[in-house]
């Protein structure tokens, strides 16, 4: 810990802000929760002052909890398909059959990436793809149907099958999933996901980021995230930071996060991930969050969520990643040598040598990790039988250390 954290720890430092943001900073450091009107109140400091103790306090849990290891999954990413029903006003992803940029990925593709990425000594399969796009678009059931599918999750479960037979483990962020959806792709998937944004309902109103996107409903992906966690499905959730939320939202957000994981213990990792403005969409002139706005967020949230994985997507904010560190983060997600962030195209991924080196100077050890977190893996019934093999033996190739 440098001398300039030790400073904004020592009590005479505390002492001087305000009793608001000092009394839930000392329960922290004490190693007591802090409420969800302290995150409130946290996710608004202001100062130097006040920013500087919350991020070192975080970062302190973040040490004491986690330890001085912080991850990475190697990965491919897979966008299956970028066709999707939904029009999300700051997305660049989607698109609609007839656009130039559309794509659905033929099963000798997606086996030539996993080949390939396993070469490069890649672990995660990463499938990504849009909601439900044979509910909006015909000529697109018409090409499942020559695929030899009907639904685009069947069409998943055999890109996941494919991804297992060329030795890579894979991960399914496909939208909302019903419950039925979810179980049977649990013998195929370690892990999967779904990205919460935000639970206010309010995004989805005329003028807002998710007005024309009925699958970004708040409520419904709540219910998915509940549904994985009866499943036990390790999952992957996150919110959206700067889509035209407040601060209060951020933390109702977090809030909900934490208590289904309370309930169900199946949140592997939450991702706080900031909002990009992109050319040529209804949202490319809004500004993006500050540094500094993400990393009082990634701090409330290691304090909000004690003993949870947090994840800051690196290749969005290439010059904050010793802020982030500061914050107590403790994995920066999927990174690929291979395939691009086809999300987010402008933002290239950051090269290993230099990441593990920022992150030895702020005193942490980089290290590569399964795309389920090794303490599920010995959980009852959080892991099927059919993919304790490959998870043990990817697990010994790439020297990534299972919880006992």
């Known amino acids: 810990m440098s001398p300039s954290v030790d400073a ?28 969800d009107a302290d995150a409130a109140v946290l996710i608004d400091a202001h100062g130097a002052d006040e920013v500087g103790a919350l991020l070192a306090v975080a970062g302190h849990v973040r040490t004491r909890l986690k ?13 299956v398909t970028n066709l999707c029903r939904d029009r999300c006003s700051y997305c660049t992803f989607r698109a609609d059959p007839d656009d130039p940029q559309a794509w659905t990925m033929l099963p000798e593709e997606i086996r030539a990436s996993c ?10 399969a990463l499938m990504c793809l849009g909601d439900k796009p044979e509910v909006a678009f015909r000529s697109y059931r018409l090409t499942l149907q020559a695929l030899g599918h009907t639904r685009t999750v069947d069409y998943v479960a055999r890109a996941c099958a494919i991804a297992l037979e060329e030795g890579m483990l894979p991960h399914t962020n496909a939208g909302l999933l019903t419950r039925d959806e979810m179980a049977a792709l649990k013998p195929l ?4 996901g779904l990205m919460l944004e935000n639970v206010s309902p309010r995004l989805r109103h005329k003028g807002e980021a998710h007005y024309y996107a009925p699958d970004k409903d708040p409520v419904r992906r ?19 930071l700067g889509i035209g939320e ?12 934490r208590d289904l994981h309370r309930t169900y213990g199946h949140i592997q990792e939450v991702i706080i991930q900031n909002f990009r ?35 800051a997507p690196p290749n969005l904010s290439p010059y904050d990643h010793r802020l982030f560190l500061m914050a107590g983060i403790n994995d920066w997600g999927g990174i690929s040598p291979l395939t691009p962030d086809f999300v987010n195209p402008e933002a290239p991924w950051p090269h290993l040598t230099a990441l593990s080196d920022t992150c030895r100077g702020e005193g942490f050890t980089l290290q590569p990790r399964l795309p389920i977190y090794s303490e599920y893996v010995d959980r009852p019934g959080f892991l099927d039988s059919r ?12 020297g990534v250390r299972l919880c006992s």
């Open 8 to 35: 904004q720890l020592s009590p005479s430092r505390l002492a001087e802000l305000r009793a608001a943001v000092r009394r839930p900073l000392e329960h922290a450091l004490a190693g007591q929760a802090i409420t």
């Open 67 to 79: 330890g001085s290891v912080v991850t990475y999954s190697p990965k491919v990413f897979l966008p």
């Open 115 to 124: 080949r390939a990425g396993r070469a490069r000594g890649c672990i995660e």
């Open 189 to 192: 998937n370690p892990s999967m």
């Open 222 to 240: 709540l219910e998915m995230i509940r549904q994985a966690g009866e499943l036990q499905i390790p999952f992957t959730t996150g919110i959206l």
């Open 246 to 257: 407040t601060l209060s939202e951020r933390v109702a957000s977090l809030a909900a996060i």
């Open 277 to 311: 403005a992109k050319a040529a969409t209804p949202m490319a002139a809004r500004p993006e969050p500050a540094s500094v706005d993400t990393a009082r967020t990634i701090a409330v949230a290691r304090l909000l969520l004690g003993d949870m994985n947090i994840q």
């Open 387 to 398: 993919l304790r093999d490959p998870i043990l033996e990817r697990a010994a190739e790439r």
